[in-house]
C-alpha cells in the first residue's frame, strides 16, 4: 500500500480505489492467493488383493488452511475405468445400488459405472465404521481440528485388476461439498503409503496408492456473496454500512419472503417454510441481504499500541455455524500483540515473505458456535496490535481491513471512496490540488473506465 501513503491526498479516493480494485482476488481462478496450495487429496490405498479385486482404504484430507466442508457433508463421485461394481463398503455408502440384476445369489452393495459416494452418520454401529469415517460428511481445517480434518472409508471392489498391473484407476472425480466448487484432477499413481504401528516399531505398505486433488473456486460454486464488511471507527462517527444489495436486494415483487423482519408474526411459518429442506438460507431483511456482516470497528489508540473490535453477525434464521472461521488482511497482523475470545493463527500465504494475513475462529464451548439470526446470532472479539511508526496511519483507511473472508468465501468491502475520514482530513477541501496531482487523477479515472 506505499502508493497510498503519498503526498497526493487529493486522490487518494481514487488512488484507495485503484490499489483495492488492482489487488482485489481473481475469483475467476481456481486459486486462493491467501491459500495457494489449498486442495482436498483424496488418497486410495488397496491394503488386500480379493479373487475378483481389492479392498482399499479412501482417505480425504483437507489441506486447505480456512475452508471446511460443512453439514450435510460431502459427496464423492467418479467413472470406474472397467466394469467394476463395489461389493461392500464400511464407514461409508453408496447412494444408489444401480441395476445388479447380472448376478444372481449375493448382489453387490453398487452396480453403477458412475458411483456417488456420502459418509454415513454418527451414531452408525460400530462394525460398520472405520477410523475417521462417519461424520456426516463434516470435515474441518486442520488449523481448527486437526484430529478431524479427515475422512475415510473402506471400499471392496470386484470386477476389477488383481495386481498393481491391471487394476485400472477410477476416472472423472467429482467432489460436492455439498454444492458444485471443486474441481478434482486425475488420478494419479504413486509411491505406496507406509503405514506405523502404534509403537513405531513396524511399519506395512499398501499394495498400491493413487491420489487425486480437488481444487475450489468460488467462481464454480457460483454463489452469490454470502458474506460482508461494514466499517466504523472512534474518530468520525459514521458508520459505513455493507454495500446495499451486496448479497441480493429486497425483492418482494418477483421473490415473496426473500427476507423477514425478526419481528415478523411470520418469522417462525418461513423458517419452516420450503427452503428449509434445501438449506436455503432466510435471511433478515437489511439493505445488503447478507447472511454474514462483519463488522471492524477501529477503537482505540494507544500511543504504541491500537485496537480493533471485530464483529460476526448471522443474519440466517436457517443457520447455525459450527466451527466457523474468519480469514482477514492488513499489513499490522505482523504484530498482533493480544486477541481477546477468539482463536488466531497468522498465515504467511507468500512463502513467510508477507505475514498481514490472520484465520479466527471461535473458542470451543464459548463461541465456536454462530448461533442462527437473533440475540445470540454474533461473535465478537478485540485485536490488539503493537504500532510500527513507519507505517501507522489512521489515515486514508488504512486501519481497515484490505480483504475478509468468512468460511473462506470472499466478503464483499464497502467502496474505499465511503471509508470515514480522519476529521479535518477532508481531502478535497483541505489539499491544494497541484497538477501532477490532477493529471495523475485523470489518469487513473480514465484507467479505472476501462477495466
Ligand atoms: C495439496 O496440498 C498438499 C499439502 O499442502 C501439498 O503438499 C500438495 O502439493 C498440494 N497438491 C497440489 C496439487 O496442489
Ligand atoms: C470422463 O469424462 C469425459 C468428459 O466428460 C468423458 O468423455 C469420458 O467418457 C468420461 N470417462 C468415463 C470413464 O466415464
Ligand atoms: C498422496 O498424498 C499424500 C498426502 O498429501 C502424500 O503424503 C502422498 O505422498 C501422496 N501419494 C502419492 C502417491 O502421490
Ligand atoms: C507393483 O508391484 C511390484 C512387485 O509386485 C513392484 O515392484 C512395483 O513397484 C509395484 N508398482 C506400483 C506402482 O506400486
Ligand atoms: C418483504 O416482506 C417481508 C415479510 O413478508 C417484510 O418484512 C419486508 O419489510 C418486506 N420488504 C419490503 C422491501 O417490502
Ligand atoms: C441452532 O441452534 C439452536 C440452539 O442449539 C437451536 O435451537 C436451533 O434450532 C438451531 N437452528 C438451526 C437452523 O439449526
Ligand atoms: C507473524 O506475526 C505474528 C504476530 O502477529 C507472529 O507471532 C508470527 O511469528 C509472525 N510470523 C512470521 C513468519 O513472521
Ligand atoms: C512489531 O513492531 C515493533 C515496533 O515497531 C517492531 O520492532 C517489531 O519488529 C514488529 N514485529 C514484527 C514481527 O514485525
Ligand atoms: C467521516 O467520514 C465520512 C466519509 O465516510 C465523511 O463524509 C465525513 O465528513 C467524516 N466526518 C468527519 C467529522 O470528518
Known sequence: ??????SAAACCAVLLAA???FSAPATTEAYDSLDPNGNITIKWDIISWTPDGYVATVTMFNYQQFRHIAAPGWSLGWAWAKKEVIWSMVGAQATEQGDCSKFKSSPPH???KEPNIVDLLPGTPFNQQIANCCKAGVIKT????????ASSFQISVGLAGTTNKTVKVPKNFTLKAPGPGYTCGRAIVGKPTRFYSSDGRRATQALMTWNVTCTYSQFLAQKTPTCCVSLSSFYNDTIVNCPTCSCGCQNNVTHPGSCVNDNSP??????????KITGQPLVQC?????PIRVHWHVKLNYKDYWRVKVTITNFNYRMNYSDWNLVAQHPNFNNITKLFSFNYKPLTPYGGRINDTAMFWGMKFYNDFLNQA???GNAQSEVLMQKDSETFTLDKGWAFPRRVYFNGDNCVMPSPDSYPWLPNASPLTKQPLTLP???????LATLLAYV
Open 19 to 21: 490499489v483495492l480494485l
Open 142 to 149: 486442520f488449523n481448527q481440528d486437526p484430529a478431524n480434518a
Open 1 to 6: 500500500m506505499a502508493a497510498v501513503g503519498g
Open 266 to 275: 411470520y418469522l417462525q411459518s418461513a423458517i419452516n417454510g420450503p427452503g
Open 110 to 112: 453398487c452396480c453403477k
Open 437 to 443: 496531482v490532477l493529471v495523475f487523477s485523470i489518469v
Open 374 to 376: 437473533g440475540p445470540l
Open 286 to 290: 437489511t439493505s445488503h441481504m447478507c
